[in-house]
């Protein structure tokens, strides 16, 4: 059976207006009166392929959506009225967690610390996550718990979470595996049609679920998405392990694709490690999270399976360092394809000279620059010229590709575009971050979209997953 689905046009092909799918497959693209099919179905909208959000935080993304969500407080008194509702809503044994936190967007304009927690939660243990995930607040109560009760303020930053975190997750509510499932399925209905999934090897990230993995493994053949898994592992017998997980458990659209490391934190936070001090806290360069040593060993393991080497890296400390590292793993035989810096944020011209050369991979997040617009100048100064530089770092030929972060930003992806257009990408490269045109070859997974290319407005009228139609839940943004 041969279907030719046609609309007003095919995007990233201007003279097209027409796909014709065999078993499926989409085995031509043209005019829709030169291809012939036995059924035949024509749309008002345009014909392209479904995107790729090339960074995301899947588990995160379900807790943002169905647990306590802080980005709308407003202020203190907001927060306090939250908390305690939310408290109301649990059990008394149970951890009361909040995550999306933006103390930017507050009255008070700094964040809260373990003494008003304790003023708003009393011993209910309580830990609230910055919507960066890179800082936390947490209460007495919580702090004890994770043998932290002498830490001064209650505010953790980078690898200080993990305890509290760790310490809390067997008394937090954990989400089911249909609701990660049911938010999952509705990216489909944005226009989604893969996500890079980035997991936990072993203690969950947010402590929403048991185990990251498995429940990925769990629901991913029930969903209209493709899945490439990077694993976050301690060590190679972790990272092997995970790979053998997903590899074993033969579901067509999961696969494997590497491991995921962090290099340092993040601007909002003041965590990402920089050359010179952040503008608004001169006694402050963030925080060096790499381990030259440990990421070699996890490099070679990472070439051993064929994987790719992800490496978060926001600062121009941090991106040097990691261009350094992907220097020596390249001269031990490494494939620079398979190498990626997740975010790439602050680059120097000479980095970004240098990242071209290397012919490493940016994955870069356009919802930064509109999200960040309030602060990032005092945070950096006049580094911020060369801060989310997409337009410059496709100049120096720099291979670009684009994701959300989700839970830190929207998982819609036509916003973002919109925006890397706003920061000097042509509508082409902005839609191309997240995915090339549809191509002869391809399995027939498509959608049809009201505009052309890229607009703010953009949505999915009509999803087909292997060459048919269909009906997404109701796709769930965040606050």
Not at 5 to 27: C, T
Request: aromatic share 4%; proline share 6%; net charge negative.
């Amino acid at each position: 059976m041969s279907t030719r689905l046609s609309g007003r046009g095919v995007v990233g092909h201007p003279e097209a207006d027409a796909v014709l799918i065999e078993k499926d497959q989409i085995v031509a693209i043209g005019q829709k009166a030169d291809l012939s099919a036995r059924r035949s179905i024509e749309h008002d909208g345009y014909l392209g392929a479904p995107r790729h959000d090339h960074h995301f935080h899947p588990i995160g993304y379900a807790g943002a959506v169905f647990g306590l969500s802080l980005k709308q407080a407003g202020s203190f008194a907001g927060l306090a009225d939250q908390l305690r509702q939310a408290r109301a809503r649990i059990e008394p044994e149970q951890a009361l967690i909040g995550n999306r936190l933006d103390d930017e967007a507050l009255l008070e304009h700094r964040l809260p610390n373990r003494s008003d927690l304790d003023d708003w939660t009393g011993s209910s243990p309580t830990v609230l996550y910055r919507y960066c995930g890179h800082l936390a607040v947490a209460n007495s109560a919580a702090l004890g718990l994770a043998g932290l009760a002498d830490h001064p303020d209650g505010i953790l930053r980078e690898t200080e979470i993990g305890p509290v975190t760790e310490a809390l997750a067997p008394l937090r509510p954990k989400l089911a595996s249909r609701d990660v499932a049911q938010v999952l399925a509705g990216l489909a209905g944005l226009g989604l049609g893969a996500i890079t999934a980035i997991v936990s090897a072993t203690d969950p990230l947010w402590c929403e679920v048991d185990d990251e993995l498995a429940t990925l493994i769990e629901i991913a053949p029930g969903l209209p998405l493709d899945l490439e898994v990077l694993v976050i592992a301690a060590d190679p017998s972790e990272l092997r392990e995970a790979a053998e997980r997903i590899r074993s458990a033969h579901i067509d659209n999961l696969h494997f694709l590497g491991w995921k490391e962090f290099a340092d934190g993040a601007l909002g936070a003041r965590t990402a490690a920089l050359h010179e001090p952040f503008s608004d806290d001169p006694d402050n360069r963030g925080v060096m999270r790499l381990d030259w040593d440990h990421a070699l060993v996890m490099a070679r393991t990472c070439l051993d399976l064929d994987a790719t080497i992800a490496i978060h890296a926001i600062g121009d400390a941090a991106n040097d360092g990691v261009l350094t590292l992907f220097e020596e793993v390249i001269g031990q035989g490494g494939a620079s394809h398979r190498m990626r810096i997740e975010h790439a944020s602050l680059l120097t011209a000479d980095a970004r000279t240098r990242m071209a050369g290397l012919g490493v991979t940016a994955s870069v997040q356009p919802s930064f620059i509109s999200s960040e617009v309030d602060w990032l100048e005092a945070r950096l100064g006049a580094r911020v010229e060369n801060t989310y530089a997409l337009a410059a770092m496709e100049s120096a030929g720099i291979h670009l590709i684009g994701g959300s972060d989700c839970p830190v930003e929207s998982p819609n992806p036509w916003p973002a575009m919109a925006t890397a257009v706003a920061a000097g990408l042509s509508a082409e490269s902005a839609y191309e971050l997240y995915g090339p045109p549809l191509q002869v070859g391809d399995p027939a997974h498509l959608i049809e979209t009201e505009h052309d290319l890229v607009s703010a407005e953009n949505r999915a009228l009509t999803v087909f997953r292997h060459g048919e139609r269909i009906e997404p839940p109701p796709a769930l943004d965040l606050e």
